[in-house]
C-alpha cells in the first residue's frame, strides 16, 4: 500500500514563502523518481518540479524556476518543495508524484505510478 501524504498548504501573502512536503511509504523511496504538479481551477494539472532517486539532478518548469526548490531526503521517506516569491498565479492544489525503480526525471502526469491526495496552496495579492 504506497501512500504519498502532502503537508499542509495554507494561504500567504504575495513574495512569501511555503515549505510543502511529502512523506512517502510503502515503496522504496531511495530508488524512486519523485515529482511535483499542481493543478488550478480551469486548467490541466502541469509539471512543477522533479527530483531523481538520488538527489544528484533535478527540472523546473520554466513559470517556477528560480522560485522553487525540489529536494528530497532519502533517509526520512520525503520529498520537499521550497516555494519562494510566491505569486497569485501559483494557486493550486499541489500533488506529490513518484515512479518507483527509475532513474529518470518526469515531466509529464503519465511517468509517475503513485500519487497524494493533494493540498491547496493560495496566494493573495
Known amino acids: 500500500q504506497v501512500q504519498l501524504v502532502e503537508s499542509e498548504g495554507g494561504l500567504v501573502q504575495a513574495g512569501g514563502s511555503l515549505l510543502l512536503s511529502c512523506a512517502a511509504s510503502?515503496?522504496?523511496?531511495?530508488?524512486?523518481?519523485m515529482g511535483w504538479f499542481r493543478q488550478a481551477p480551469g486548467k490541466e494539472r502541469e509539471f512543477v518540479a522533479a527530483?531523481?532517486?538520488?538527489?544528484?539532478?533535478?527540472n523546473y518548469a520554466e513559470s517556477v524556476k528560480g522560485r522553487f526548490t525540489i529536494s528530497r531526503a532519502n533517509s526520512r521517506n520525503t520529498v520537499y518543495l521550497q516555494m519562494n516569491s510566491l505569486r497569485p498565479e501559483d494557486t493550486a492544489v499541489y500533488y506529490c508524484?513518484?515512479?518507483?525503480?527509475?532513474?529518470?526525471?518526469?515531466?509529464?502526469?503519465?511517468?509517475?505510478?503513485?500519487w497524494g491526495q493533494g493540498t491547496q496552496v493560495s496566494v493573495s495579492s
Open positions: 508524484a513518484a515512479r518507483s525503480g527509475n532513474r529518470g526525471l518526469g515531466a509529464v502526469p503519465t511517468f509517475y505510478g503513485y
Open positions: 510503502g515503496l522504496t523511496f531511495s530508488n524512486a523518481a
Open positions: 527530483i531523481t532517486w538520488n538527489g544528484a539532478s533535478t
